[in-house]
């Protein structure tokens, strides 16, 4: 069964950073070299939305509000991707989850709570 545990989150000023992490286990090392993995937000009443994401051929993408402050990486050999931010506004305040996309199946983290304070 594969788990997907998120880290990192917490009360942090504005123009300050954080590094999320999400630990994936009970997945093979070749499913998640493979994963198309991304990172999501969602504030109450919104829709998730996708922050960030990358592909197994570590190409990467970005929604333009965090484009430029947001850095997502993934190290393969602890099948682990990383969300760095850096210049937090109130606005990113949300729960972050990581999601993997690997042989057809699809996989959520429990999330990680970032408040941003202003």
């Known amino acids: 069964q594969v788990q997907l545990v998120e880290s990192g989150g917490g009360l942090v000023q504005a123009g300050g950073s954080l590094r999320l992490s999400c630990a994936a286990s009970g997945i093979t090392r070749i499913g998640f070299t493979i994963a198309d993995i991304g990172w999501y937000r969602q504030t109450p009443g919104k829709q998730r939305e996708l922050v960030a994401r990358?592909?197994?051929?570590?190409?990467?993408n970005y929604v333009d509000s965090v484009e430029g402050r947001f850095t997502i990486s993934r190290d393969n050999a602890k099948n682990t991707v990383y969300l760095h931010m850096i210049s937090l506004k109130s606005e990113d305040t949300a729960i972050y989850y990581c999601?993997?996309?690997?042989?057809?199946?699809?996989?959520w983290g429990q999330g990680t709570q970032v408040t941003v304070s202003s």
């Open positions: 999601n993997v996309r690997s042989f057809d199946s699809t996989y």
């Open positions: 990358i592909a197994g051929d570590r190409s990467t």
